[in-house]
């Protein structure tokens, strides 16, 4: 089977994983300022829908189905769930301190620090998971650049519902479009690292791979479940509840025909 050079095998990983997270944020953005901005209250359910889909359909069960340990994976699950809290924790205490009698006023929405708790999360985790799909990318490339760039696109189009998860949350918390987008964009970077990673340590690093799948899962099941899902329960009337569970219903579904139709990661 005919080979690219070394420097070629990495250039190409290097433009996959950077065009991967570029048009995967860009195409989610576009979708969500164009379409959802005028509802990001109401879309905070199908992103719900679309975090706890992304975790326990998709990447849990690729990281369970790997050679590693499930008791191994499931203290990882554990230790990412109380990272995260403690984590939120300290953004916590360091927002308070922030506001505490700085005689400073704050414009809401246009300050890191004032963005929520969930939003800064996510882009942990969403940072989490690009750092996998870089490794993965190159794992791909590195056994035939043609699935190479199959596994790219493959990618590219699985990471767009998620991404559209990601602008609903850091717009409810607070984010504008310009730093949602930008945010977004600099989590996408940690592909590039993820690929280097792969590139120079497969397949040692390969090994780390459902670790780091179980961390991401850790942060955006966290999210979902103690910030998310709390502000919707805010809202208790049957006439909010319905068209709530409709929403996550459309995520869960989106997530499932987005996996469908680009088939799944490669076995770890």
Avoid: C
């Amino acid at each position: 089977m005919p080979r690219y050079p070394i420097n070629s095998t990495l250039f190409y990983i290097l433009l996959a994983t950077t065009i991967a997270g570029v048009m995967s944020i860009s195409a989610a953005a576009l979708f969500s300022f164009s379409l959802l901005s005028r509802a990001v209250e109401r879309m905070v359910s199908m992103s719900v829908g679309i975090l706890l889909s992304t975790s326990l359909l998709h990447a849990l069960p690729e990281a369970f189905e790997s050679t590693v340990d499930p008791h191994s994976l499931f203290a990882t699950l554990l230790g990412g769930l109380f990272a995260f809290f403690l984590l939120e924790k300290f953004a916590v205490l360091r927002h308070s301190h922030h506001h505490e009698g700085d005689g400073h006023g704050h414009a809401h929405g246009h300050d890191l620090h004032e963005a929520g708790r969930a939003g800064w999360m996510i882009l942990v985790g969403d940072g989490l998971h690009n750092f996998t799909d870089g490794i993965l990318i190159a794992a791909a490339f590195l056994a035939d650049p043609k699935l190479g760039l199959v596994t790219a696109l493959a990618i590219t189009a699985h990471e767009i519902p998620q991404e559209i998860g990601d602008f609903i949350v850091l717009m409810n918390a607070g984010f504008t479009r310009v730093r949602a987008y930008v945010y977004n964009l600099l989590s996408s970077a940690m592909a590039i690292l993820g690929g280097l990673v792969g590139y120079f340590t497969l397949g040692n690093g390969a090994q780390a791979i459902p670790y780091v799948l179980v961390l991401a899962s850790s942060g955006f099941i966290y999210i979902a479940v103690s910030d998310l899902m709390p502000q919707m329960q805010r809202r208790a009337t049957l006439r909010e509840t319905v068209p709530q569970l409709l929403l996550i219903a459309a995520g869960v579904a989106i997530v499932l025909l987005i996996t469908k139709l680009t088939g799944r990661h490669a076995h770890i």
